[in-house]
């Protein structure tokens, strides 16, 4: 047990003393390949323009991804405040008057809303109770 432990301890010393000048040869060979194998290539026009137009579609489709992307999210948002306007109805007027808070301030105008029977009738009792 000793003795295969000592034999591959030095066999593995031996491999790491050969690493660095086995480094610097094959970056040689790379270098040397790099230089006899390097070749400008002229493309013809209708492939450049092929290749540009193939590039541009990839594009145009990526970007239509992501728009896609972005309306599910935002249609998941949606649904998401659909969901807590139905479950409270204070929260669907809340929205609605800032809605309307919001056009009047882009617009500079004052809006007027009709204001509900029920909701009259209650304040003219009171006045003829008076």
Do not use: W
């Amino acid at each position: 047990s000793h003795s295969l432990f000592h034999s591959l301890f030095l066999s593995f010393s031996l491999f790491l003393s050969f690493l660095p000048s086995l480094f610097l040869f094959s970056l040689s060979l790379m270098s040397l390949s790099l230089h006899y194998y390097r070749k400008d290539v002229c493309l013809p026009v209708n492939l450049q323009r092929a290749m540009a137009a193939e590039a541009e579609s990839a594009r145009d489709a990526k970007a239509k991804v992501i728009a896609a992307e972005g309306e599910l999210n935002a249609s998941k948002a949606l649904k998401e405040a659909s969901d807590v306007i139905t479950d409270n109805s204070t929260a669907l007027q809340l929205r609605y008057l800032q809605t309307i808070s919001s056009i009047a301030t882009e617009q500079n105008s004052t809006i007027l809303f009709p204001m509900p029977i029920d909701m009259s009738s209650a304040f003219l009792k009171n006045d003829s109770d008076a």
